[in-house]
């Protein structure tokens, strides 16, 4: 990965050319989705338009792919068709993955599970630990339909945490389910927190002015940036294991999670000024 995405915005295959407007309005990922969002009826001249697109586009942006379900033929020809150029594509995104088996018909591309079942949340410490798989993402919407419940956060809570527990042992990013209504962005703002707050490392968009309010949510603001580097310094400073900072106790737990915070920004926290 180019790097771990932030406000990834879901974006229709057969309109690429909305690609860069997203950009210009502040995306660091796009999601090119093949699936839900392009009508089988067009779904091969999709996906040739898309091969044609990464074949002439290059880009410094974190790009990742939703190919259709793999235990279905056009899944497969998604893979079979796009890893041929896959040094463009970042990871695949995969939709209703159930089983390790599915993965092991894949050749050797960079995974990203989308986790919208009963079967792959009851299956998600086997999917997470796949080798190539890089990341997860959580599917809510078909998720919650299955379960008969609604999307609200705390109706989901246990998903997500399903999510980021096998995420943490696996070294992997995760991309927390977009949120649907997209004139509500005071709505957005609050999951977003708390999103951010659980643990994940980004959160899927499906419009262009989600953007920036999952963008500010998820990136550490001055104040805290300026946090981060004070106790990295004071801790690097002493020969204590534990130190005081602030009226806070700071062992190593809290400085690494200040390392992850600059992290976020770019900033090598072995190289603060």
Do not use: C
Not at 15 to 39: F, P, Q
Request: charged letters at 25%; aromatic letters at 6%.
């Amino acid at each position: 990965m180019k790097k771990f995405p932030i406000s990834p915005i879901f974006v229709p295959a057969n309109k690429l050319d909305w690609i860069e407007k997203t950009y210009d309005k502040g995306a660091d990922a796009v999601i090119i989705d093949l699936e839900d969002s392009v009508s089988n009826e067009f779904k091969a001249d999709a996906r040739s338009n898309l091969v044609s697109f990464l074949k002439t586009k290059e880009s410094d942006r974190t790009l990742l792919v939703r190919v259709n379900p793999i235990d279905q033929q056009t899944g497969l020809e998604d893979i079979k068709i796009l890893s041929e150029i896959s040094p463009k594509i970042d990871a695949f995104v995969l939709p209703k993955i159930e089983s390790l088996e599915h993965l092991e018909v894949l050749p050797q591309v960079d995974l990203v599970p989308l986790i919208e079942t009963p079967t792959a949340l009851r299956n998600i410490a086997m999917l997470s630990s796949h080798e190539r798989v890089v990341g997860i993402a959580l599917g809510g919407a078909d998720l919650s339909a299955s379960l008969g419940s609604d999307m609200s956060w705390d109706s989901l809570l246990f998903a997500r945490s399903q999510v980021l527990l096998e995420a943490a042992i696996n070294n992997l990013f995760t991309i927390d389910s977009p949120f649907m209504d997209m004139d509500d962005l005071s709505g957005l703002e609050k999951e977003s927190i708390l999103s951010k707050r659980l643990g994940f490392t980004g959160k899927a968009a499906i419009h262009p002015n989600q953007i920036e309010v999952i963008t500010n949510s998820f990136l550490p603001t001055e104040r805290d940036i300026k946090e981060a580097k004070a106790i990295i310094k004071a801790f690097n400073s002493s020969p204590e294991a534990v130190i005081a900072y602030e009226g806070k106790m700071v062992d190593m737990p809290i400085v690494l999670s200040m390392e992850k915070r600059l992290k976020l920004v770019g900033i090598d926290p072995k190289n603060i000024d």
